[in-house]
């Protein structure tokens, strides 16, 4: 933890020199492209020693995979050995090297690591396989038109800005960055011709990279002192359980998974602080002409504190990673789609139990909440004062629910987490499977409706997101798909 805190501090200091001396309108792509990934390497090696080998050697080979593959299945090996690599190295660490030793724990940037991989695989498929009527609008903005080279590949995977702690963000608007090239918008007449031309300019991060760096200094201190002294373990302790009455026992679940989450907004903030210090993640403009920052930016804090139901949880929390699952399963799924997704995330998290335990009960809160939501929500939205009401008896029902379903994810093992489970009699799976029972689904799934209208719990929002958030997208040497991305991206604006 020391180190991976020190490398990240380096990185700040890093951005920031990279920003100002090998700004892009000072330097040339392949430069910056150096820079970054010795950068990156060093950071790894120095934080996780010779582990850092597998972030080269999983990269690596899955690029070798996309070159003798070729376009029209590279995307499904990338996949299957990217996945499994991860899996592997995750296995041998917990199971095997980390008993009564001391083993770096170097599965995390290998996490953001498979996660490029697999989405530019599926990127370049898009781009260079599928024809341009079969994609989706958020598929066809992330499409990759030619084959990057590995030099390309390798920063784009293992730059210092992303390597430790992500977070994931697209290739193109990777290579945007590194190249420098500024975004054009073209405004069209109601007749259909181009009417107006104007670039972005090059504004500063500063603001944006103080207040991030504010929001990790009051993380980090209430992790220091608040969160040791509410151990989630507590909520499975004899005396405890035998003690507190319910009331006092679920709001200490509730406090302790609270208390939890500040290491995460954190690593979270720290890392898109990192990325916007180096000029990377400025996503345009608000109403105001105020700039935003957070083109790849993980979480909302104060959307998570407040959500009111599963589904605005999710939207807010982890936001690449929802991302990375909505695009590379859940949009491509040929059955059951928010199974599948739940099962990715499991397997993508690691092997222990706990995680599985955790992606199995939150299906169940998320179609039960997909279901209660659809099915009774309406009925309190006219008044005011009525959905008031709503809204407070929903976000304490979504922060319990969420409490209750992420016990096993910290807790890990087997047996603690059904300890805890058993202890609350399974109160709220078995009333997940309840409203299952009372509530239809269909309304969620009418069939007049397309498959990108039946989705998990990070829908429409997401969808949304999707398009919003793709900035400043690179373009390829052909000037017809320049001029598609530059259409793309302003129709996404104009949303």
Avoid at 413 to 423: A, D, E, I, W
């Amino acid at each position: 933890q020391v180190n991976f805190v020190v490398c990240q501090l380096f990185a700040l200091l890093a951005a920031i020199w990279f920003r100002t001396y090998l700004h892009a309108s000072k330097t040339s792509p392949f430069i910056r492209h150096v820079v970054a990934t010795l950068l990156g390497l060093y950071l790894a090696l120095f934080c996780f020693g010779w582990y850092a080998l597998h972030f080269v050697i999983q990269s690596g080979i899955s690029y070798y995979i996309m070159i003798i593959i070729g376009v029209e299945n590279m995307h499904k090996y990338c996949f299957v050995f990217a996945l499994g690599y991860l899996t592997v190295c995750q296995i041998t660490r917990v199971y095997i090297f980390d008993y009564g030793q001391y083993s770096a724990d170097f599965s995390g940037p290998m996490m953001i690591i498979t996660q490029k991989i697999t989405s530019l695989a599926f990127e370049i498929h898009d781009g260079m396989f599928r024809k341009n009527e079969d994609l989706t609008p958020t598929q066809r903005c992330l499409a990759v038109r030619r084959m990057p080279s590995l030099l390309e590949y390798l920063s784009y995977n293992c730059n210092f800005m992303g390597i430790l702690a992500g977070p994931l963000c697209s290739y193109k608007d990777y290579i945007t960055f590194i190249e420098g090239r500024s975004y054009q918008l073209q405004q069209s007449e109601a007749n259909g011709k181009e009417d107006t031309k104007y670039e972005q300019t090059d504004p500063s991060p500063n603001i944006a990279v103080a207040q991030k760096l504010l929001i990790c200094g009051l993380s980090l201190l209430f992790h220091m002192t608040i969160t040791k002294t509410l151990p989630v373990e507590y909520n499975i302790d004899d005396n405890f359980r035998a003690t507190a009455s319910w009331p006092v026992r679920f709001f200490y679940l509730y406090v302790s998974l609270m208390a939890a989450r500040p290491k995460y907004y954190f690593a979270w903030t720290l890392a898109d602080a990192i990325n916007n210090a180096a000029g990377f993640g400025f996503r345009g403009y608000d109403k105001n002409g105020v700039t935003r920052w957070d083109l790849i930016s993980n979480l909302r804090i104060q959307q998570i504190e407040f959500s009111t139901s599963f589904k605005m949880f999710l939207d807010n929390w982890n936001i690449q990673t929802a991302l990375w699952l909505k695009r590379v399963c859940y949009e491509r799924a040929t059955f059951s789609p928010t199974i599948q997704t739940f099962i990715l995330s499991a397997i993508w998290h690691g092997v222990y139990p706990g995680y599985y335990l955790t992606f199995l009960t939150g299906v169940l809160m998320t179609l039960a909440a997909r279901a209660i939501r659809n099915n009774i929500r309406h009925y309190f939205v006219e008044s005011p004062a009525v959905k008031l009401c709503y809204d407070i008896i929903t976000w304490m029902a979504t922060q319990l629910a969420i409490s209750y379903t992420v016990v096993p994810f910290v807790l890990l093992s087997v047996k603690p987490s059904f300890t805890f489970y058993s202890s609350c009699y399974f109160c709220l799976h078995i009333a997940s499977i309840l409203v299952l029972l009372i509530f239809p689904l269909k309304r969620t799934q009418k069939g007049s409706k397309k498959h990108e209208s039946i989705q998990p719990v990070w829908s429409k929002k997401l969808e949304e997101e999707n398009l919003l958030q793709k900035n400043s997208y690179s373009t390829t040497n052909n000037s017809f798909s320049q001029k598609q991305d530059i259409t793309c991206r302003y129709q996404a604006l104009k949303q």
